[in-house]
């Protein structure tokens, strides 16, 4: 079954009656022609004959969202794995490799049988630490660790590393990568138009004959891209926990990049049951942009890809609903970075009909000429930079707006906090006029040309949005915010941007060397329940809250065990010196009115 | 071409019409069993974009009538190697302030609120040795938008208010200037490779942005802003001959520089080879650049060494990736490359990862061991044609779209590549013999003038791994090189340098 679509910026035409310069606007015409196989995989193309390349791409339409608990990360592994290899591939000698392969796997399981045991000794206190600490292996770990590593070396002889990528190489391919979503794991390639058939077999083998090899030692390369992507970024390990804060039932809640202890116990035979569920050719899309003939393409996807067998179970559903947020969220952050406020709100999922409204909400606040600029920059001086304004990156379970705002020197996180929020008041109560709106609305009309002049560029959002649910999104994004109305931005603002439902990220600059004096004594536990709980008392401007704040770290410290009462009670003393500053400033207030 | 291309898959047709499925027998069971017609890719003729406004700039255009989208790029010579002493930073600031600050009759929220009504996109940036002004724009708000970049260029305003603003802006980003690993590496190694009285390696501090003054960005831009400094790049939704009167009338009037921009002075530094560290306890993952000066693009050997970096340190496939990550799971990217500048920057030969603390001086082994072999023994046949398909049927993506060919004519005009470099590239690819390549290697890679600098917790990094035996000092002598005030740049008053 194939149709051919006609994909025009129709939007152009609303555009064209509400602006005043009465210069047509050229419609874009971009032409994508669907095909689908018998076994269910479905395929997107582009024709583009600039230069003589083709981009090459395919969605697995399946990302972090549809993990279970104990296998977060499996997603973005198997996302490494697919670079493994195949039977014929990445071998010298298949067959002698299989039965290996089996043997790790028994060692595996015999590991995470002693795993268990030091996760049970943990939980009777009698083991402190990560469990996973390479020092602090007990003597049958450390064994069967060697026996692994035996057997992987005794593997790796028989493997021919990086081969596949090596044959795309060869041909000339570039750019060729992966990632993976909350939504959607998408693999992109650049090939020179006369191999396209060699894109068909590479992608097409790789499904049908994909030997999950290496698999333990390829998470020893996600530790190191955790190390790199989160540990080693001044932000990014907070920004995870804004993350896990922020959604709570969504599988948003976990990382992409998967809850290190999960990692570290995933089995090839969870792999497999994963490859099984969601690689099948009825979870793909396929999408080629550039200089083919889609003729042939189509008779090539045939060929290749319709070896693939439909799969035999249908992939799960995600039937977890996020739950109503009861109350404002915040988290303080002592971090390697410039002070900074982040203000974020749950809303729609990308193809939702309110999406459009959100993104002239963004519109509206971002950019020298938005809202916020004007406001907190121009006007009140109290940001440094562009405040941001944002609807979110697309997604398929649901979306979030977020504002931020770095902090100009000499004010405070407070204040920033509600300058923010007084332009959210504004967009909740006062419609907005004419020209702005249509300000928003052009950008998006030039941007919609925009994001198709790039090829791979193309391709890629293709692939993302089919994953999501409906490559259509690329026209709609579009269509939607062109059709917004003032009356939309006021609804959706007040429906969703209630102060109840905000969850508020404070970022300070860590202190430098000068460590406070007081805290000296205290272990690292100790020091870091007192920063953040400083921090939080710092946050408190009311003396009434403030002082029932400190009143319940009081009671905190009858509860705690010995060696964590010393910390308590700096936090209680500094808190009551907070306190006593801010009633005198209170009652000085007082005294002037 | 493509037409070409496009016919030499042979398909399954039976004469109804109807696809007659292929058995899996047709498809190989290897890839290399695939039959491709060549590649036959000419780049496209810098000649033919190429024409000269009345006042003789240079333009470079590319039509393409896809997207009813125009982009519009002065590309300018100068950039921070202009900034006097004292004004460190003078570059940037412009690059922020100039499109921020109104020009002609607009001040600085009329002229954002106009371009932002037209959806256009203009902005304005330095960089070491150029400057960019760039205009994109839906092509029937053309005209509109190139009266605004003209005021723009003719007639900046650099408004006081934007102006402090951006200061304090530049300010801000000073102060990150210590939270990044990379960050840290870049600034380091540039030091230690080409000295702090070297004109890339004076950098801006607190004190230098606040000293400069609108007055002093003006005076910047005079210095660069002339008609035989700059050229133009021109790509997307026009007619030529319309677009030769448009842009005669809005830079043809441009004047030619007082005095020349001069080719920028050689670095007289002489770098120490060793290892040094910078300590930053946090990290837990060591931030690595190994490497020395050399060469610039136009050296008789560079494609040579175009091919040996392909072998040596690029992509997927090269000894460092396969070795580094793919054997020993090291580092999520490790890579090594030439950098071959243009316009008479000095480059380099740089090796770089990111590895756990504890394995950095394994990684660095591993590194120094294929710098071995590859300076000793000759690369095999199929890492040579690898190479060299890589980079010759890889040539279509630097002209992938029209603004990338028209953006990379005008900057090849401005910093001095020859116009026949495209045309002759893959011939020159070629030609590059196995011999060559090892000659490339011992004469281009110096083990012996290394420099190693780590950034991470030097303590753990030096305290390697139970598995691997070896230690730091294996690499050279070692220097503690102290973080410096993000503010001042000025050193913590101990400074030490470990046994």
């Keep these: 079954m194939r149709t051919r679509l006609r994909f025009v910026a129709a939007a152009g035409l609303l555009w064209l009656l509400a602006s005043a310069p009465a210069v047509p606007a050229q419609e874009a015409k971009l032409a994508v022609e669907e095909h689908t196989l018998k076994n269910g995989m479905h395929f997107l193309f582009v024709e583009r004959h600039q230069t003589p390349t083709v981009s090459g791409g395919w969605a697995a339409h399946v990302g972090s969202a549809n993990e279970t608990y104990g296998q977060t990360g499996i997603a973005h592994l198997f996302e490494h794995m697919m670079f493994k290899g195949t039977t014929t591939v990445n071998t010298k000698d298949f067959a002698k490799e299989r039965p290996i392969m089996e043997k790790l796997d028994a060692v595996r399981a015999e590991l995470a049988a002693e795993y268990e045991k030091v996760r049970a000794a943990k939980r009777l206190g009698e083991f402190e630490g990560e469990i996973y600490d390479p020092e602090k292996e007990t003597p049958r770990i450390k064994e069967l660790r060697a026996q692994l590593k035996k057997l992987q070396d005794e593997q790796s002889a028989l493997v021919v590393k990086e081969e596949w990528d090596g044959i795309y190489e060869g041909q000339g391919s570039s750019s060729k990568n992966a990632f993976t979503t909350n939504d959607v794991t998408v693999y992109i390639v650049k090939i020179p138009a006369n191999k396209l058939e060699l894109w068909f077999w590479m992608e097409s083998e790789r499904l049908r004959d994909a030997v999950l090899r290496e698999f333990y030692a390829e998470r020893d390369v996600v530790r190191e891209e955790r190390r790199m992507r989160v540990e080693s970024d001044p932000t990014a390990a907070y920004d995870e926990q804004f993350e896990a804060m922020f959604w709570t039932a969504t599988p948003y809640h976990h990382p992409v990049i998967g809850w290190p202890a999960d990692v570290e116990s995933i089995s090839r035979e969870q792999g497999e049951a994963f490859f099984s569920t969601y690689y099948a050719p009825n979870n793909l899309t396929g999408v080629l942009v550039g200089d083919f003939d889609p003729k042939i393409a189509r008779e090539l996807a045939e060929k290749y890809f319709g070896r693939l067998p439909r799969g035999q179970k249908v992939p799960p559903v995600i039937v977890t609903e996020e739950i109503e947020q009861l109350a404002e969220r915040r988290m303080a952050a002592a971090a390697d970075t410039n002070p900074k406020v982040f203000v974020r709100w749950r809303t729609v999922p990308a193809i939702h009909k309110d999406s459009g409204a959100f993104k002239v909400a963004a519109g509206l606040l971002q950019g020298r000429a938005g809202r916020l600029y004007k406001s907190l920059v121009e006007e009140q001086g109290i940001a440094t930079g562009e405040p941001g304004a944002s609807a979110g990156w697309p997604q398929r379970l649901g979306g979030y707006m977020e504002l931020d705002a770095e902090l100009a020197e000499g004010h405070g996180h407070a204040e920033i906090e509600a300058a923010l929020l007084a332009e959210i008041e504004r967009l909740r109560t006062v419609a907005v006029g004419e020209q702005e709106l249509q300000r928003v609305k052009n950008q998006t009309l030039a941007d919609s040309y925009r994001r198709l002049e790039d090829s791979f560029y193309l391709m890629i959002q293709l692939a993302y949005f089919a994953g999501l649910g409906d490559w259509r999104l690329l026209e709609t994004s579009t269509s939607r915010v062109l059709a917004v109305t003032a009356e939309d931005v006021l609804r959706v603002a007040a429906a969703y941007l209630t102060p109840e439902r905000k969850n508020v990220l404070w970022y300070s600059r860590k202190a430098g060397a000068p460590e406070d004096p007081e805290l000296a004594g205290l272990d690292a536990r100790g020091k870091g329940f007192v920063k953040q709980a400083l921090a939080q008392l710092e946050a408190i401007a009311d003396a009434t809250q403030l002082a029932k704040a400190v009143e319940e770290l009081r009671s905190m410290g009858q509860q705690v065990p010995a060696e964590m009462k010393p910390a308590v009670d700096i936090a209680v003393r500094r808190g009551e010196e907070r306190l006593k500053k801010l009633q005198a400033a209170t009652s000085s207030e007082e005294a002037k009115q | ?499």
């Design chain 2, 1 to 499: 071409m493509t037409r070409r291309a496009r016919i030499l898959i042979v398909v399954t047709l039976s004469l109804s019409g109807v696809v007659s499925v292929s058995g899996a027998g047709e498809i190989p069971d290897r890839p290399e069993k695939l039959v491709f017609k060549p590649l036959e890719y000419t780049p496209p003729a810098v000649g033919d974009a190429r024409f000269q406004l009345t006042n003789g700039i240079p333009v470079f255009a590319v039509e393409d009538r896809q997207l009813p989208l125009i982009t519009l790029t002065m590309l300018i010579r100068g950039g921070r190697l202009l900034e006097p002493t004292g004004k460190e930073g003078v570059a940037a600031l412009t690059g922020a302030a100039w499109r921020k600050g109104g020009a002609g009759d607009l001040d600085a929220r009329a002229f954002d609120e106009k371009l932002d009504f037209l959806a256009a996109e203009l902005s304005t940036t330095f960089e070491d040795l150029t400057g960019t002004v760039r205009l994109n724009v839906l092509s029937k708000d053309f005209d509109q938008a190139l009266a605004l970049l003209v005021d723009l260029v003719q007639r900046p305003r650099f408004q006081e208010d934007r102006f402090a603003l951006e200061k304090t802006d530049q300010i801000q980003l000073l102060k990150k200037r210590n939270d990044d690993s990379f960050e840290i590496q870049r600034r380091e190694i540039n030091r230690l490779w080409w000295g702090d009285e070297y004109w890339r390696n004076r950098l801006p501090t607190q004190a230098s942005i606040e000293a400069i003054t609108a007055a002093d960005c003006r005076a910047f831009l005079a210095l660069q802003l002339g008609a035989d400094n700059v050229t133009l790049a021109l790509a997307g939704d026009f007619n030529r001959q319309e677009m030769e009167q448009k842009l005669n009338g809005a830079f043809g009037s441009l004047a030619r520089l007082a005095s020349p921009v001069l080719r920028p002075p050689r670095p007289e530094h002489a770098p120490v080879p060793g290892v040094y560290m910078v300590d930053k306890p946090d990290f837990n993952q060591g931030g690595v650049v190994i490497g020395h000066p050399s060469v610039e693009e136009g050296h008789p050997d560079e494609l040579a060494l175009r091919v040996l970096q392909e072998i040596y340190g690029m992509g997927g496939t090269s000894r460092l990736y396969l070795r580094i990550r793919a054997a020993e799971g090291l580092a999520y990217s490790a890579y090594s490359r030439f950098t071959l500048p243009l316009g008479g920057m000095p480059g380099a030969f740089v090796i770089s990862f990111q590895s756990k603390s504890s394995t950095c001086i394994r990684a660095t082994q591993i590194a120094r061991e294929e710098l071995k072999r590859i300076r000793e023994e000759l690369v095999s046949d199929e890492e040579l044609k690898r190479a060299k398909a890589s980079l010759i049927e890889t040539l279509p993506d630097s002209f992938e779209s029209p603004e990338v060919t028209a953006k990379l004519f005008a900057q090849g005009e401005l910093l001095g590549r020859p116009a026949e470099y495209w045309s002759s590239y893959a011939e020159k690819v070629r030609a590059v013999t196995a011999e060559e390549v090892l000659k490339a290697a011992a004469a281009h890679m110096k083990p012996e003038t290394l420099v190693f600098l780590y950034v991470g917790n030097t303590a753990d990094i030096r305290g390697g791994h139970p598995d691997h035996a070896g230690a730091i000092e294996d690499f050279g002598p070692i220097t503690m090189v102290p973080l410096r005030d993000p503010l001042t740049l000025a050193e913590p008053a101990a400074t030490s340098a470990a046994h």
